[in-house]
């Protein structure tokens, strides 16, 4: 029903979470749904880049849009050279350094007329963007919003000591493991790991190993135990690529 009255639409600005705006993308493909939006924005989950890459190819975009916005308010939004500036033109960030480019942002909202934000932690772990933006705002520029803190994947070295493991990381790492359309990788205890993919194949899922083991043994983790089975994709809740429960 959807996707009849999107294509009377016809939209020239597309907005959506990835896991919907790849459902429509995929919809393009098998000529179900007949648009071609001139700017597609994404919300609400986090832009990674496996989605960011099939969501720009499949809808002919030159790049994806962010816009950073939630209950606490309207934090940020990409600017036209593709890069996510926060808005502190209305809302203060102080930053709670996670290492020297990650953060998690404390908002204090000046707009507010009703609700008051002030001093309010975020759950989320945004990352620096390391060269200014060409685009010459003065707005301080991320590299990406990573997930929230407790996508951060946890483990310990043979000594004891505890090793994060950043969403981002294991997103990259899924990323080059070939063949992978779809994936979830959820941490289930101490040295576990669950890991959907779709399709999954005998092929897929020893790459998938393969690239999850080299990004923990560079951290210095062992021993961990990585079960691939096939995605399974949930319609009710927000996608997260990356969890830990």
Same mark, same amino acid.
């Given at each position: ?37 001139? @700017? ?23 790049? #994806?849009? $962010? ?47 009703? $609700? ?26 991320? *590299?990406?919003?990573?997930?929230? *803190? ?24 899924? +990323? ?10 959820? $941490?289930?205890? +101490? ?27 560079? $951290? ?8 691939? #089975? ?7 809740? @927000? ?7």
């Amino acid at each position: 029903e959807h996707v009849d009255r999107l294509t009377e639409l016809d939209p020239t600005i597309l907005v959506g979470p990835p896991s919907v705006l790849r459902g429509l993308v995929d919809a393009v493909a098998d000529g179900s749904l007949r648009i071609s939006p001139a @700017k597609v924005y994404s919300v609400a989950e986090v832009l990674t880049p496996l989605d960011e890459e099939r969501i720009r190819e499949g809808f002919g975009v030159p790049l #994806v849009h $962010q816009i950073y916005q939630c209950t606490e308010g309207f934090l940020g939004h990409t600017c036209e050279a593709g890069t996510l500036h926060l808005n502190e033109d209305i809302v203060h960030v102080e930053r709670e350094h996670l290492d020297e480019r990650r953060f998690v942002p404390v908002i204090t909202d000046f707009r507010r007329r009703t $609700q008051p934000i002030v001093r309010y932690r975020m759950g989320d772990v945004l990352v620096l963007r390391e060269a200014p933006c060409p685009c010459g705002s003065a707005m301080t520029a991320l *590299e990406r919003i990573e997930g929230r *803190e407790d996508d951060v994947l946890q483990f310990a070295r043979p000594d004891g000591r505890p090793v994060p493991v950043y969403a981002d990381l294991v997103s990259r790492a899924m +990323a080059y493991a070939e063949h992978v359309r779809q994936y979830r990788v959820v $941490q289930t205890g +101490a040295s576990s790991l669950r890991v959907e993919v779709d399709p999954l194949t005998p092929e897929v899922a020893a790459d998938v190993r393969a690239e999850l083991r080299g990004l923990l043994r560079a $951290q210095g983790v062992d021993d961990v135990t990585i079960d691939v #089975v096939s995605y399974e994709p949930d319609p009710t809740r @927000k996608l997260r690529r990356v969890e830990r429960l």
